[in-house]
Nanobody
Framework: QVQLVESGGGLVQPGGSLRLSCAAS????????MGWYRQAPGKQRELVAA???????NYGDSVKGRFTISRDNAKNTVFLQMSNLKPEDTAVYYC?????????????WGQGTQVTVSS
């Protein structure tokens, strides 16, 4: 059974930085694609960043150059380093684990962590 626990959210001023962490239980973390998504009030959930088991990364257009996703397979943890934060980055940030397609298993989501960017 996979469980994802996010941490690191909070209130930050515009231009500031935060680092989110997502710790995963279970044994499939290292072979899974990990992603960060966010959902602002009244908006659809959107991809922020994703990282494959091999370390390839993909970012949403609005965060390119400001956010960095990374993973530590030894600690079953994925990180999102967020810099130069803007008020429009305010949202609940969710961690997602996508198992390999050959496993035929559903994706798993964390409960989310609130990020608020405001002066």
């Amino acid at each position: 059974q996979v469980q994802l626990v996010e941490s690191g959210g909070g209130l930050v001023q515009p231009g500031g930085s935060l680092r989110l962490s997502c710790a995963a239980s279970g044994s499939i973390f290292s072979i899974s694609v990990m992603g960060w998504y966010r959902q602002a009030p009244g908006k659809q959930r959107e991809l922020v960043a994703a990282i494959t088991s091999g370390g390839s990364t993909n970012y949403g257009d609005s965060v390119k150059g400001r956010f960095t996703i990374s993973r530590d397979n030894a600690k079953n943890t994925v990180f999102l380093q967020m810099s130069n934060l803007k008020p429009e980055d305010t949202a609940v940030y969710y961690c997602k684990l996508d198992p390999p397609a050959w496993m035929g298993r559903y994706a798993h989501w964390g409960q989310g962590t609130q990020v608020t960017v405001s002066s």
